[in-house]
């Protein structure tokens, strides 16, 4: 079942949250975060679930922590600094090996590298994925759920003021009120006094014996968990029109639907221009951007940032094709990232402009 | 100090091992064995902590989350549920699990330095909400697993390796009384200070100790109790040395005793 509707993309995410069965939001009212946390905070006390307007970010995501050890899906969320305060936590919740789900609404590209390298101390990534716009966001938002427990791992869902604040038409799944199932691992206070009781720790669950517990074979079960990720999450890319392209445009996010628009009207007046646009931001998907890569002349990337994705776009090509920055940061007064160049006529003449 | 205390030379084994009287262990500890110096009070606030969950049969339905210090290694010598948390973090881990959990119980372990310096926040506004949770304080007024820094909670005058000469409020400042700060809260149902220095004291730690656990399961809201604790190592004195200057120092600062209760 589904519901159709006009809806806000902040509430979009919260319900299709709620739906992936989501049990327990916390945030600290941050633009433009701060609507996904007020849907939350009015659609979970429908289903017994809990929302807290915590204090600081690092409380919320202490919050979602212990939350998440209880086994219930947890999520937070902010904005570029209030995700920064959040980065010790994120590090260490990756090694607790724990599922939680991170929405950041970011103020324009610039925080690429803090979503993807693991902004945090410490050898650790975790998912990230980038909708392009409300569907599927509301899609992506389901599939964080689904890939946070099943890999026991956060997954970040990376978006920005658009996808936050624009209103589109959109499917999203009812709302049952279903408890979701709690899985063996979570805490519960009923193994106290087994002999055995749980222990979730980022220092593993090892028992302090006459020796210790052996933490380096924790660390190297972290690193072997990366790697299982790396290799067992499916990257999701939007690809179009790169068989005979001269040029691929690699993008991401909002702003890769507004490259992949002016790559369609391109096409339409007959150059030869195709796109790439990254859905899973990590694990990056080295592969299809190869590919895409393999017939072309040029690859030019559209961020608006100073250059980060294209360090990837990069190592994914690994010198095949020679790699042009054709974006740059774009601000206005707002300080939100919504500058003036997200303008399909700008960006298709910086397209044209790197022509090979 | 007196001329009859006994010393005991580590210089050498002993001649004979000691003989085992009775295993005092509590069901809740699994390996009573830890890498606590001699002389360290923070086992002995443990016993007591652990020794309550049992008396009040909470033992299934418990959850301990630890801060960072030495008493972390404790989290994985104990036989109730635990969550490792960041310094200073626990009491917001504990209000997540607390509000997914609202039959559970719920407590954090946590010291000076990971409460009152870098979380006091935490605890404060958990306190300030009332969050049916219980911290314990293990206050030594030191950073102990670093070997002997200034916190927040050093007494004036104290000598500790970044206040050399003894805290001087013009350079460092005047230590937070913590209990006496979550005790303005209206959201805390119970709050105490207590020791671990003596006999007496330590049937007062277990005392309010147990208070404070049967305040949470009363549903009265936040609860705090903070035990004063030996750390000879950190305090530069000899291990026998500690109870005495536990009670020279942090004691006539950090007043013992009930501070709020329901």
């Known amino acids: 079942m589904s519901d159709r509707a006009l809806l806000e993309g902040s509430e979009a995410m919260a319900r299709a949250a709620v739906a992936a069965g989501c049990r327990f939001f916390t945030g600290y009212p941050m633009t433009p975060f701060t609507e996904l946390l007020e849907h939350m905070a009015a659609l979970l006390p429908q289903v017994d679930g809990v929302c807290m307007n915590a204090e600081s970010e690092l409380e919320a995501v202490g919050m979602a922590w212990g939350a998440a050890t209880t086994g219930h899906l947890a999520a937070t ?3 570029g600094q209030g995700l920064s305060l959040m980065q010790e936590s994120l590090s260490e919740i990756t090694n607790a090996r724990l599922p939680l789900v991170v929405f950041n609404m970011a103020r324009g590209q610039g925080d690429y590298f803090q979503a993807t390298r693991g902004g945090g101390h410490g050898d650790y990534r975790h998912i990230v994925l980038a909708p392009m716009d409300v569907p599927e966001a509301v899609e992506l938002t389901r599939l964080a759920f689904d890939l946070a427990g099943q890999w026991r791992t956060p997954v970040m869902v990376l978006g920005d003021y658009f996808l936050a604040h624009t209103y589109q038409a959109v499917s999203v799944p009812s709302i049952d009120g279903a408890a979701p199932k709690v899985p063996d691992w979570a805490l519960n206070g009923s193994t106290g006094g087994s002999g055995a009781a749980k222990i979730i720790s980022p220092l593993g669950s090892g028992t302090e014996g006459e020796e210790g517990f052996d933490l380096g074979a924790h ?44 790559c369609l009207q391109l096409r339409d007046s007959g150059h030869r221009v195709g796109y790439i646009r990254p859905i899973t931001l990590w694990p990056f998907p080295s592969q299809a951007v190869q590919d895409a890569a393999a017939g072309s002349a040029k690859v030019a990337v559209y961020e608006q940032n100073m250059g980060q994705m294209i360090d990837d776009v990069r190592l994914a090509t690994l010198g095949a094709v020679p790699v042009e920055f054709i974006g740059g940061p774009s601000w206005d007064h707002s300080g939100f990232g919504i500058g003036p160049d997200i303008n399909v006529p700008d960006i298709s003449e910086r397209i044209l402009e790197a022509m090979p | 100090m007196s001329d009859d205390r006994i010393f005991i030379s580590t210089d050498e084994p002993p001649a004979e091992s000691a003989a085992l009287v009775d295993d005092f262990t509590p069901s809740l500890i699994t390996q009573a064995n830890h890498h606590l110096c001699p002389g360290c009070g923070e086992p002995i606030a443990i016993r ?6 049992e008396e009040l049969e909470l ?27 960041l310094h200073g973090r626990a009491p917001s881990v504990a209000t997540g699990v ?46 102990g697993e ?16 970044t206040s050399i000469e003894g805290r001087d409020p013009h350079q460092h400042g005047h230590p937070i009384l913590l209990s006496d700060l979550a005790a303005t809260m209206d959201g805390a149902a119970y709050v105490a ?21 049967e305040s949470q399961m009363a549903g009265a809201g936040f609860s705090l109790v903070e035990i004063l604790t030996m750390c000879p190592t950190g305090w530069f004195v000899d291990t026998l040395e500690g109870p005495d200057y536990l009670q020279d120092t942090l004691a006539p600062v950090h007043n013992i005793g009930e501070l709020r209760t329901p």
Do not use: W
């Open chain 1, 77 to 79: 969320g902010s904005t």
């Open chain 1, 219 to 262: 660390f190297a079960d972290c690193a072997a968990h990366i790697q299982a990720l790396e290799a067992g999450v499916e990257p999701l890319v939007d690809v179009g029109f790169c068989d005979d392209a001269e040029l691929v445009v690699a993008a991401y996010g909002s702003v890769g639907k507004f490259v992949r628009y002016a």
């Open chain 2, 98 to 143: 607390k509000r997914m959990l609202p039959e559970g119980f719920v407590m954090t372990i946590q010291g000076d330095g990971d409460m009152v310096n870098e979380g006091l926040q935490e605890v404060l506004h958990a306190a300030a909400r009332g969050e049916n949770i219980t911290c314990l304080l293990l206050n030594n007024g030191v950073f």
């Open chain 2, 193 to 213: 200070r207590c020791a671990v220095n003596n006999a007496g004291n330590v049937a007062r730690t277990k005392r309010y100790i147990t208070r404070a656990y």
């Open chain 2, 48 to 53: 007591a902590a652990v020794e309550a969950i």
């Open chain 2, 146 to 161: 670093t070997g002997g820094q200034m916190t927040t909670t050093t007494t004036l005058g104290q000598r500790t390796k």
């Open chain 2, 59 to 85: 033992a299934e339905r418990t959850i301990a989350v630890f801060g960072i210090g030495c008493y972390t290694a404790f989290a994985h010598n104990l036989d109730v549920e635990v969550v490792q948390a």
